[in-house]
C-alpha cells in the first residue's frame, strides 16, 4: 500500500523559509513513481498547483505556479524515498495546508486530477 507522508510545516514569519518533506513507503520511489507534485488549499478555496518534478533517464524537469516561482524550488531524493519543497521568502498568502502528491505516469501534471496518491497534510502558517 502506497503512503505519502509530510512533515516540516508550522509557523513561520514574513520573509522566512521552511522545508517541506514528502516521505514514500509501500513502492521504491524512482521505479514506481514518475511524478511529484506539491498542491496547496486554503480555507474555503480550491486546492490549486504549487509546483511538479518528473523524471526521466536523462534527469528532472520542474514545473511551478507563477505565484511562487523563484521563491520555492522542489526536489527529490530517490535514497530517502523524498521528495522535498524549500519555500523561502514566505509571505502571508502562502498560508495554507500543503499537500503531496505522486503519480506514475511522466509529465508536468498541474491538477489534482492528474495525481493518484496523496498525503494527509500539512500547515504552512506565514504570520506578518
Known amino acids: 500500500q502506497v503512503q505519502l507522508v509530510e512533515s516540516g510545516g508550522g509557523l513561520v514569519q514574513t520573509g522566512g523559509s521552511l522545508r517541506l518533506s514528502c516521505a514514500a513507503s509501500g513502492r521504491t520511489f524512482s521505479s514506481y513513481f514518475n511524478t511529484m507534485g506539491w498542491f496547496r488549499q486554503c480555507p474555503g478555496k480550491e486546492r490549486e498547483f504549487v509546483a511538479a518534478i518528473t523524471w526521466r533517464f536523462i534527469g528532472n524537469y520542474t514545473y511551478y505556479a507563477d505565484s511562487v516561482k523563484g521563491r520555492f524550488t522542489i526536489s527529490r531524493e530517490s535514497a530517502k524515498n523524498t521528495a522535498y519543497l524549500q519555500m523561502n521568502s514566505l509571505k502571508s498568502e502562502d498560508t495554507a495546508v500543503y499537500y503531496c502528491?505522486?503519480?506514475?505516469?511522466?509529465?508536468?501534471?498541474?491538477?489534482?486530477?492528474?495525481?493518484?496518491?496523496w498525503g494527509q497534510g500539512t500547515q504552512v502558517t506565514v504570520s506578518s
Open positions: 502528491a505522486a503519480r506514475t505516469t511522466r509529465g508536468a501534471a498541474q491538477t489534482d486530477g492528474e495525481y493518484d496518491y
